[in-house]
């Protein structure tokens, strides 16, 4: 199998403050990673490595060339991005601007990229509603369609499924399980809803500050972290 990232004693830090350290994993093709721990663990800056946001303080990190700048990104939603004023495929055209190098012009074959990515999401009905009239759910596969857009192997998913009630963020786990199954695209996913998280991933990567854990689900839940993190002792 195919690594598309790789680190080893791998550490970040802000003004010479360690903010997460003692990395030592890789994601390999068709993964399916959730990164799970609690506030303040580093998670975010694990994200923000992982798109090429911050450097590294120390440590060696290696991500396949094929994915610089084609790497589709999922964060968090603000109230900001909940009432953006623009039609839905709009949005989603946006998700292919990384990529474009004349702006801000849609070509017809950019168009055909995001309807299909609205069609393998089951939103090609919406295409023209307004953004901020949508509900969460579908706002969020708005989102992960626009992402879609900007890759063909690795999607970056920060706290997916926050804020939605539980039918919405049941569906938008079976998209994630979908894409990742029958696209054969990567997933790496943070999540503080791990116990819905490990239904679906392959691998865990738990930080608290530095990586407390890392490998299959199984042996995850088996482990000691996994075992209190999950409420099972």
Not at 49 to 76: N, W
Not at 86 to 100: N, R
Not at 132 to 146: T, W
């Amino acid at each position: 199998m195919h690594t598309i990232f790789y680190c080893r004693d791998l550490c970040y830090a802000y003004d010479d403050k360690v903010a997460l350290s003692e990395l030592n994993f890789s994601v390999e093709e068709t993964d399916y990673l959730c990164v799970a721990g609690e506030n303040g663990a580093g998670k975010s800056t694990l994200v923000k490595g992982l798109l090429g946001l911050i450097k590294p303080a120390s440590g060696i990190l290696e991500l396949d060339k094929t994915l610089h700048g084609k790497t589709g990104y999922l964060p968090q939603q603000t109230a900001a991005q909940k009432n953006f004023p623009a039609c839905v495929e709009e949005v989603i055209l946006s998700g292919l601007i990384g990529g474009k190098k004349i702006l801000p012009f849609y070509t017809r074959a950019d168009k055909k990229i995001a309807r299909q990515n609205m069609e393998k999401l089951g939103i090609p009905d919406i295409a023209k509603h307004c953004f901020g009239e949508l509900s969460g759910g579908q706002q969020r596969r708005a989102l992960l369609a626009r992402a879609l857009c900007a890759t063909e192997k690795l999607l970056v998913l920060d706290e997916p499924a926050a804020g939605l009630d539980p039918l919405a963020a049941q569906e938008l786990y079976s998209l994630l399980e979908k894409i990742n199954r029958e696209m054969k695209i990567t997933i790496i996913m943070v999540s503080h809803d791990i116990n819905s998280a490990i239904k679906y991933a392959n691998k865990i990567l738990h930080l608290w500050k530095r990586q407390l854990f890392f490998g299959s689900v199984e042996d995850y839940i088996n482990s000691s972290i996994g075992k209190m993190f999950l409420g099972r002792v």
